[in-house]
């Protein structure tokens, strides 16, 4: 578990530094989003929801969201991760993206749903076109990178 360790404080580090500087519009990547989906690889469904959890009190904390928004979309998100874990082919870049996009967006909605359910949300069509979706995009893609950019050697064995 020292990963975890590192990769929050990696995490915080990046969110508050360099997230601000590659923001597109209103649209940054979510990085702890992606700590949480290469975090699932490594564990239980229980460790991942309670990782999700974690990691969302952190992004909740940082971002100045309501406490515990993020804390819930994430653990649940972390929790269907590892269920669907075992039917990604760890060797091949299109399925990672399909689920890093499904993931985003996900949580978008969520977060979407549970700000409209209390008064605080903005119109769906607006959030969808102009956050969620770009959100989703944006994250698959740094995902991506991330996924098989850090396994330089395996990108020429991975197929589409």
């Known amino acids: 578990m020292i990963w975890l360790a ?12 360099i997230a601000p500087w590659v923001q597109l519009g209103q649209v940054r990547p979510d990085l702890f989003l992606l700590l ?22 952190y992004e909740d904390a940082l971002s100045g969201a309501p406490l515990g928004l993020n804390a819930f979309t994430l653990s649940l998100l972390g929790h269907v991760l590892v269920r669907v874990r075992e039917e990604v082919d760890q060797n091949r870049l299109l399925p990672h993206l399909v689920l890093l ?25 607006e959030s969808l076109l102009w956050i969620i979706l770009p959100g989703a995009v944006y994250t698959a893609a740094i995902g991506g990178l991330l996924v098989f950019g850090t396994r330089l050697r395996r990108i020429v064995q991975v197929t589409l």
């Open 6 to 17: 590192g990769g929050l404080l990696a995490v915080v580090i990046l969110q508050t530094t």
């Open 36 to 57: 949480l989906y290469l975090g699932s690889f490594r564990m239980n469904p229980m460790q991942a929801c309670l990782m999700g959890c974690l990691l969302g009190l």
């Open 101 to 125: 996009f499904l993931t985003g967006l996900s949580a978008g909605l969520m977060t979407w749903g549970v700000l409209a359910f209390f008064g605080m949300g903005r119109d769906f069509g």
